[in-house]
C-alpha cells in the first residue's frame, strides 16, 4: 500500500497516514492504537467530509482509528483526494461535538443471559456485581464491523476483562451482549462466536426496513439499563 504522510498536521498532532484500499478507496489512518482522542480525530474528519460534499466521494466509513474513504476514480483523482482530505485534517481537528446519549435496556436474566454464570466463575466475582459493574460503565461506540449492524463498544471496565474462548459457542442472537478482551459488542445478526454472552436487548439495533439500517452512530455513547425478563419478551413484542 502506497503511504503518504507527508501532509501538516495541527501542532502536536501526529500526520495521518494515506494508505490505498484498491483503487477506489483511501484509508486516512490517525493512530495505531484504540483511544478516544484518535477516534475524536477520525469523525471530526468524517463530519468535515460530510459538509464540504466533495462530488465522487461515494461514502465514510469510520473506525477505531481510521477513515476510509470510498471515492469514484473516474470522478476524483486519488492524488486530488489525499490533498483534500490533508487539508481537512488540519481544519477539522479533533474537536468532539457533543455525543448522543443512548440508553438501551439490557436484560441480564435467563434465558437472555446465556454465559453470565461462566463469566462469573472464570472472573471470581459474583454475577449481580457483574451486571452492576456492567450497567454502571458508559460506553462508546467505536465502529460497526465484522458482520452487519455488529456494534462495536469501549471500553469494558478492567474488572471484566476476559479472554476470548478458546473454542467457539452456539450462536448467539441478534441483540446479544457480547465481551471479550477490553471490548463489548452488540450482536446486529446472529452469529457463532468466541465471545461471551452476559445479555440481550430486545431493541431491533440492525434492521434493513429501516434507514438508516442501524439504530446507533459512530461516536455515540450507550449506557446499559438492566430489565426483567418480563419487561424484555413486553418490549420485544
Request: aromatic fraction near 8%; charged fraction near 25%.
Amino acid at each position: 500500500m502506497p503511504d503518504s504522510s507527508s501532509n501538516p498536521s495541527l501542532p502536536n498532532e501526529p500526520a495521518p497516514r494515506f494508505l490505498d484500499a484498491g483503487e477506489s478507496a483511501l484509508v486516512v489512518e490517525f493512530g495505531r492504537v484504540v483511544d478516544p482522542h484518535i477516534h475524536d480525530r477520525v469523525l471530526a474528519l468524517d463530519r468535515a467530509l460530510l459538509a464540504a460534499n466533495i462530488d465522487g466521494v461515494i461514502e465514510t466509513v469510520p473506525t477505531y482509528r481510521s477513515l476510509m474513504v470510498h471515492y469514484d476514480p473516474r470522478l476524483l483523482a486519488r492524488d486530488e483526494i489525499v490533498e483534500r482530505a490533508g487539508a481537512l485534517v488540519d481544519r477539522a481537528g479533533s474537536v468532539r461535538t457533543a455525543p448522543q446519549v443512548r440508553r438501551v435496556p439490557v436484560c441480564y436474566e435467563p434465558p437472555h443471559a446465556e454465559d453470565l454464570a461462566e463469566v462469573s466463575r472464570e472472573l471470581g466475582i459474583d454475577e449481580r456485581r457483574i451486571v452492576e459493574i456492567h450497567s454502571s460503565a458508559r460506553y462508546r461506540l467505536y465502529m460497526y464491523g465484522f458482520l452487519p449492524g455488529y456494534a462495536y463498544l469501549g471500553r469494558l471496565p478492567k474488572e471484566l476483562e476476559i479472554p476470548r474462548r478458546a473454542n467457539l459457542r452456539s450462536p448467539v442472537p441478534t441483540g446479544a451482549l457480547i465481551i471479550a478482551g477490553e471490548q463489548v459488542v452488540i450482536a446486529g445478526v446472529p452469529s457463532i462466536t468466541g465471545w461471551y454472552m452476559l445479555g440481550r436487548t430486545p431493541l431491533r439495533v440492525f434492521d434493513l426496513e429501516r434507514e438508516p439500517p442501524s439504530l446507533f452512530d459512530a461516536g455515540d455513547e450507550i449506557v446499559f439499563e438492566p430489565i426483567s425478563a418480563a419487561e424484555y419478551e413486553r418490549l420485544a413484542n
